[in-house]
């Protein structure tokens, strides 16, 4: 166990990072100038080689979707662990509580076993915690099973000194605006604000503060709410409903980013924009 007099990060913003997780960290939601995905963790990389002489930072995201906690652990863990980055992101356990039947408690003692295992070759884990559900319908009533594994999640990273990434807490996600139309996976706005909250978790200073509130919107009507929730039904509930039925997954045949260039993914972005 480490030193409990140790602090939780450096004092120093670290020169090279290592993203691992499913789609939220590989950045679903989030469309990317290359036709891929950028997300919270490439906007988080570039927000930390900026505090690096070009060319001196180093970045890899091993992120795939729809990957359960083991399959982070079997495939994205020991490649992390052989990077020996300054910074480990790790985010997973998500799907696993989504699915009927699994419970947060078995799932929060695997995800502290990976966390010993990344310390010892990583100089700091910073772990994320779940977002709160109640305003995703397909997702409201695991409200409860979310918050056990969130405080699960907290305890190991108070046992082993890991920064922790606040989604829960995150109030500026709450909005419909934070959301792609799948109302599963983070806007590009929304991965934006994620990205920000993560470099205040390091101590650094950012420029818009991520949880800012949001303009406020026209009032929908019920039949316009009602529309909406039958077309996303439609769209995207029932694929991913089959998809579980049939044992598939959607990050079957989508490999990792691996490393990527922050410094011309940042140009990209403001050619972008």
């Known amino acids: 166990m480490a030193d409990d007099s140790a602090p939780l990060i450096s004092t120093a913003v670290p020169s090279s990072y ?28 570039v927000l930390l080689s900026d505090r690096h002489p070009e060319h001196t930072f180093e970045y890899t995201n091993l992120a795939v979707r729809g990957k359960l906690l083991d399959q982070i652990v079997a495939d994205q863990v020991p490649r992390a ?18 699915r009927p039947g699994t419970d947060p408690d078995d799932v929060a003692e695997r995800f502290e076993r990976a966390v010993i295992d990344l310390k ?3 100089g700091t884990v910073m772990v994320t915690t779940g977002f709160d559900t109640r305003g995703v319908p ?12 969130n405080a699960h999640v907290r305890a190991v990273a108070d046992r082993y000194r890991c920064p922790v990434l606040d989604l829960w807490s995150l109030r500026s996600v709450q909005d419909r605006r934070a959301w792609d139309g799948d109302r599963l996976h983070l806007s590009p706005e929304g991965h934006t604000r994620v990205a920000l909250r993560a470099a205040q978790v390091l101590g650094l ?12 919107l026209p009032p929908r009507g019920t039949l316009e709410e009602r529309r909406d929730d039958i077309q996303w039904a439609r769209e ?20 990792a980013k691996g490393v990527v260039d922050p410094y011309i993914l940042k140009s990209q972005l403001e050619s972008a924009s």
Not at 237 to 252: A, K, T
């Open 18 to 45: 290592a993203a691992i997780g499913d789609s939220f960290s590989e950045g679903v939601g989030d469309p990317g100038p290359d036709g891929g995905f950028v997300g919270w963790a490439d906007r988080f990389a």
């Open 81 to 98: 662990k052989e990077l020996a980055p300054e910074l480990v992101s790790f985010c997973a356990g998500g799907n696993d509580i989504i």
């Open 120 to 122: 010892e070759s990583v």
């Open 138 to 149: 397909v997702l409201r009533h695991l409200r409860g099973k979310i918050a056990t594994y």
């Open 205 to 216: 200073d950012v420029p818009v503060d991520p949880d800012q509130p949001w303009p406020p």
């Open 236 to 255: 995207y509930l029932v694929p991913w409903i089959g998809r579980r039925l049939r044992g598939e997954s959607s990050g079957d045949h989508v490999s």
